[in-house]
């Protein structure tokens, strides 16, 4: 049975994909170092600019630690057809880097998202959203047909494949939010980045059994996996105290691995039964400055050799 590789991301070092937030107080080298220190063997590329974009410089950060590029995270306004054009181009500076740095026989993933945090209202109330506060027809549409331009350019200019991140503060967070945009995508052109962290948080569904629904409903469509466990209690405080993403962020909606909802044994057992091919990517997301990044990180390691992993 193949083993399934383990990475971590920027994200759980403090460096998140949203605008405004504080500057970033550990760096590059220092957040590989400890990436690799604490027993992961590939990362995800984090914000533009955060890691070298040079490639030779970027494929020797890498290689001196012997680690995998398996993705970068490209978000984008969907919604607004105006914004297609610049995230196509920056989806594509970003493939092209990816593609001219990776390490290993790895073939790196681009990651889309929605602008996520942009909207007023979808921020304030990640977590508990209503279909009433779901895009309109016309905007669907226009958000679909985003993703799919994006997703072909990429693919036809670099080979890379191209999968979408469904997230908590965007407008694809519930699970009927990802069928929809799944149903207005050519599964050939886009996959699924499937987020037990963010799929548990954004589902109305019993947290015992919501993150294996997920994988079930969506497994023809999921290309890569972000491990992120989901804490029930702050989860409630959350929804009973109307908290916005941040906030919830903030309290520590994404613990650490094994110490929330998320049924990692079943999750595990699950893709091995399908045999899935790809990488499993650990992230707690921290706002910067915040949390204990190495030690969470290698505490998380810990857990995932528990479950065999």
């Known amino acids: 049975m193949r083993a399934i590789p383990i990475a971590n991301a920027p994200c759980s070092w403090g460096t998140l994909e949203f605008a405004g937030l504080d500057a970033q107080p550990i760096g590059p080298a220092q957040m590989l170092d400890e990436l690799r220190e604490t027993g992961y063997t590939g990362t995800e590329l984090g914000d533009w600019g955060f890691m070298p974009t040079d490639p030779s410089a970027l494929h020797g950060e890498l290689a001196r630690r012997d680690l995998a590029l398996v993705g970068a995270f490209v978000p984008v306004a969907f919604r607004d057809a105006a914004q297609h054009a610049a995230g196509e181009a920056m989806a594509l500076r970003t493939a092209r880097l990816l593609a001219a740095s990776a390490t290993q026989a790895t073939r790196p993933l681009i990651i889309l998202a929605d602008e996520n945090g942009s909207d007023p209202e ?80 954004g589902t109305s569904e019993s947290a015992a059994a919501s993150v294996q629904a997920g994988l079930e409903r969506f497994w023809h469509r999921i290309r890569h996996v972000h491990f992120k466990d989901c804490d029930p209690t702050i989860a409630a405080a959350a929804r009973a105290a109307g908290w916005d993403y941040y906030t919830a962020v903030r309290n520590g909606i994404f613990c650490e691995l094994g110490q929330g909802a998320v049924e990692f044994p079943r999750a595990v057992a699950w893709l091995r039964q399908e045999e899935y091919p790809g990488w499993i990517v650990v992230e707690q997301d921290v706002l910067p400055g915040l949390g204990t990044p190495r030690a969470s990180a290698e505490r998380n390691r810990h857990y995932l050799h528990s479950i065999d992993l």
Request: glycine residues 10%; aromatic residues 8%; contains cysteine.
């Open 122 to 201: 979808r921020t304030r109330c990640a977590g508990r959203i209503t279909a009433a506060q779901g895009l309109s027809t016309t905007d669907w549409h226009t958000f679909a047909a985003g993703v799919e331009r994006i997703a072909r350019t990429v693919t036809a200019e670099t080979g890379l494949p191209v999968a979408f991140h469904h997230h908590c503060g965007g407008f694809v967070e519930t699970p009927d939010e990802i069928a929809r945009l799944l149903e207005l995508t050519d599964p050939t052109a886009v996959g699924l980045v499937f987020d037990t962290g963010h799929y548990l948080y």
